[in-house]
């Protein structure tokens, strides 16, 4: 059987993925290899390595990797693996000062990766043994805004091709200044492509979200896709009729006009989920763990214009957010449930609402058959017209490029 047939025509012929790509865990060891020790994965926030000597532990597939900022400030990843034996240099997120040590022979290396301490190594010298050969192994890192990314693969194109127009078409944000305000986690009984698919389209708006439907209305859905690896949608304009929790908070400062009355939702390619509103962003990274159970690391941001707020003004936003994650959560693990017991062939998908679906299955299936990410085909945008479209209108508040 080809895995990807369904998925390799005209959205107007595609199925869903096969259920065994949800739960087999041949499948899964396949796409942590395939995927996310290739990609550009989301790690964390630029919040958690924001001072020198903050270490932050992160898992890319089957690989364990070291997250910091050395004391120019410059961005530095490293595999988790000391150059003498392979230790696993830190379990968890620390401070460690200058110096990254060794817990098993004490070998320490600089936050620049240099192996910089050897004790008792040369008691009886070595002639072929130089410490500047035996530096951490470096690993590319980059950031966009407020997101940590991490790469393993060299051949990758970089982040900045990897995300196309998305640093344009959200820079009016400003996004590198926003801060932490809350953080949250969840753990998800469901494979990771179940939630980030279920984020991706509003089919299922106003049957699982009766009460999200309100402020994020089918109707003022519009697509939000240029060349890039992700998958988006806007609402605009969001509704404040029947409810306002998202519109409480004052808007960020300098907002143009469309993303003053607007909601942007980005799924960026394979792990981050981002929405984001005018004075607000609810941020989800996906952690897979197994082909069943998938970790979310949720992050609330607030803008820098917004002064310091209590927990108690952020609550009114924050509760929203989780009750619909809440309803988000109970029908992804039913649809693991479905595909894992069920295991029935995939049926079409729906032309109006789930073209994200067929793009966010086709970068899987281009990750996934690669020889090497360097022939990587990147997405191109959505165009203007109604079949481009799929039956979308034409958005009433476009950003200024695409009027």
């Not at 087999?24 to 995927?35: G, N, T």
């Not at 924001?50 to 400030?73: E, P, W, Y």
């Not at 590198?176 to 990771?192: G, I, K, L």
């Not at 994200?356 to 970068?363: E, G, I, T, V």
């Amino acid at each position: 059987m080809n895995l990807w047939a369904g998925t390799r025509v005209p959205l107007t012929e595609a199925t869903g993925l096969p259920p065994q790509s949800y739960s087999d865990p041949l499948f899964f060891a396949d796409e942590r290899k395939q995927v996310f020790e290739r990609a550009w994965v989301a790690v964390g926030t630029t919040a958690e390595v924001a001072s020198a000597g903050r270490v932050v532990v992160r898992q890319c597939g089957n690989r364990s990797i070291l997250v910091t900022r050395d004391k120019q400030g410059v961005l530095r990843g490293f595999i988790n693996s000391c150059r003498h034996r392979g230790t696993e240099l830190l379990a968890t997120d620390c401070e460690v000062g200058n110096t990254i040590f060794c817990p098993y022979h004490r070998w320490g290396y600089g936050l620049d990766g240099a192996l910089r301490s050897t004790p008792l190594f040369g008691e009886i010298p070595r002639d072929d043994f130089r410490r500047e050969d035996f530096g951490l192994v470096e690993i590319r890192v980059d950031t966009w805004g407020f997101l940590l990314f991490a790469c393993l693969s060299e051949e990758t194109p970089p982040l900045g091709e990897w995300l196309g127009d998305l640093t344009w078409r959200m820079g009016g944000y400003g996004f590198e200044q926003w801060r932490v305000q809350a953080e949250a986690t969840f753990e998800v009984r469901a494979n990771w492509k179940l939630i980030t698919e279920n984020f991706q389209e509003y089919y299922h708006l106003q049957w699982v979200h009766p009460e999200l439907a309100k402020v994020s209305r089918v109707k003022d859905h519009y697509r939000y896709q240029g060349p890039g690896m992700y998958c988006g949608q806007t609402t605009t304009p969001v509704s404040a009729d029947d409810r306002d929790d998202w519109l409480v908070l004052p808007p960020a400062a300098g907002l143009n006009q469309s993303d003053l009355v607007s909601g942007r939702f980005v799924a960026v390619f394979p792990n981050v989920m981002v929405s984001v509103l005018p004075n607000h962003v609810f941020l989800i990274r996906l952690e897979p763990v197994a082909p069943d159970l998938t970790i979310e690391h949720a992050t609330f941001l607030l803008p820098p214009s917004t002064p310091e707020i209590s927990d108690e003004d952020m609550a009114q936003t924050r509760n929203f957010w989780i009750d619909v994650n809440n309803e988000d959560i109970d029908i992804v693990e039913r649809g693991q449930r479905g595909v894992t017991a069920g295991a029935i062939p995939p049926g079409p998908l729906a032309p109006r609402f789930e073209e994200p679906l067929h793009r966010f299955h086709n970068m899987l299936a281009d990750t996934m058959t690669a020889e090497s990410l360097a022939e990587i085909t990147i997405p191109a945008g959505d165009g203007n017209s109604e079949a481009e479209r799929l039956g979308c209108g034409v958005n009433p508040n476009p950003i200024e490029q695409y009027r």
